[in-house]
């Protein structure tokens, strides 16, 4: 960044306008910072949409939070009244007046005594407001509501010279102050018309009800000096005063993570590149009906409770211990992480409140309770109170802010007739980062469950459909078994792998006979071999003793012939042949 750049960036600083924190849970978010400091805010609506509960929260939380006294002037119910109505909140009214935080003055006007007269301002309101801001050095200033003050007059000079004087008044005291007005008639924000024209802040509240379903909604209409939201977002007012939900940023610039969270089942870890789902990454598990989505997503709790991470299971369609008696059966026990605090389960029907108000309660429990892993079974009920684009619409925003968050969630979502329809791939599927499919297998008359990845973005993942079996000692996945006709689940697994075996025995004991054959022959060819060898050994020895018997005779007749020629040359005794001839 170059000088000039910090320079301006410094300037545009410098520039910003000075604001005052609500406390209002995303409502600081929403206007970037709270309402403007020192200035006068309109807080318009219908009756019922919670106009006295947001600016008596924002006096409240002022008060308590930010140390900054609050003046609420009400023209409608007494100081009593207003103590008892939010008291259910938690605002205890009487204790703060008592430590002079707060200062709660009910003006009374009675319309009959109203004149339209030339003469007619609101000195003595001014005076009494004064009074009351100077008492407790008032900060912030409700005055609730405007047209009480207004509600005969019907010159529009008079009434224009009067709110123009008001507001004046306020931003010359240095207060920030709510004003708050009811809808008008028509495209009129306030039924006088004119207030929404010298605030420099209007919020617009509504309270709307589609299919018997109510909403609340809240609206930025203008923020003079300001960026801030321009959309519509939903509200809620529960036993901790309002909760505004903000639509997450668009920009698709979050952090993400490298590391792994198991499953709680090997088999499928193993599946996903042997290390499980990226951590603050979203699943979803669809599969129809009795496929084992709910238990799918019981064993992703356990998992991560067993690792000490807190989690939070939205049910849809099961209460809480219809779940935990369910899951017991397959060996999972989910009570002992709800006693240690680990697990929370939040059990509601769809049609309790509207898809906007389902985000608000969800946004607010997960900012509470701080979980590592959110489970929402089944996101199809959802279907009931909205749409399919605005069921995906709330799923984005959801994401989006469990993304935000470093939070891993797991959906589960119901198909229909084994075709993945648009309640899962319109609305989910295109946005999660793994999903997993379980389906049904039905061959040689029988039910059996098939699992296999569709998607698992950024890590190698197995293409193989395995068998999802379900016992009493859990959940795993049979390796892939094929046969002549394909794939084979159940029994039909069972007996192929039966008559492959009968098959080895029979092969075994065939190559066993033919080995005990060859032996057999082989020890009658040693045999005949031996004897042979000992016929010719025999012979041999015969001949043997011929050949040394003929060399014998021939030994003999050559010494004959020898001495027979001795005796012819006289060199050999007459007696000597005589005895030579009797040996």
Known sequence: MTKDQKKDKSKLHYLQLPKTRTGISGLDEITEGGLPKGRPTLVCGEAGCGKTLMSLEFIVRGAVEFNEPGVFMAFEEKSQELAMNVASLGFNLDKLQQEKKLRIDYVHIDRTEIEETGEYNLEGLFIRLGHAIDTIKAKRVVLDTLENLFAELTNQAILRAELRRLFQWLKDK??????????????????????????????????????????????IIKYRGSVHGTN?????????????????????????????????????????DGKGFFIGSSILVSGTAGTGKTSIAAYFANEACKRNEKCIYFAFEESPKQIIRNMSSINVDLQKHIDQGLLKFHASRPTLYGLEMHLVMIYKLIKTFKPQVVILDPITNLITVGSVSDVKAMLIRLIDFLQEEQ????FTALTLNNIVNEQTDEGVSSLVDAWILVRDIEFNGERNRGMYIMKSRGMKHSNQVREFVITDKGLDLVEVYLGPEGVLTGSARE?????????????????????????????????????????????????????????????????????????????????????????
Do not use: W
């Open 407 to 410: 939070i891993t969630v797991m």
């Open 495 to 583: 007996a192929q792998k039966l008559q492959e075996k009968t098959g080895e025995v029979l092969r075994e004991f065939a190559v066993n006979s033919k080995d005990r054959e060859i032996i057999r022959k082989r020890n009658v060819l040693e045999a005949e071999i031996s004897n042979l060898k000992m016929e010719f050994e025999s012979i041999e020895e015969e001949l043997n003793k011929i050949h040394q018997q003929e060399e014998l005779v021939k030994q003999v007749t050559n010494k004959t012939r020898e001495e027979i020629t001795n005796m012819r040359r006289g060199e050999t005794p007459a007696k000597n042949i005589k005895n030579d001839r009797g040996k």
């Open 174 to 219: 240095g207060v920030t102050a709510i004003i708050t007005g009811e809808r008008g008639d028509g495209p009129a924000l306030t039924r006088q018309g004119l207030e929404e024209y010298v605030s420099d802040c209007v919020i617009l509240l509504d309270h709307r009800v589609e299919n018997q379903i109510s909403t609340r909604r809240l609206r």
């Open 232 to 272: 519509e977002y939903p509200f809620l007012i529960d036993e901790e005063g309002i909760s505004v939900l903000p639509i997450t940023s668009l920009k698709l610039e979050k952090e993400v993570s490298s590391g792994r969270i198991s499953s709680g089942i090997p088999a499928l870890d193993n599946m996903l």
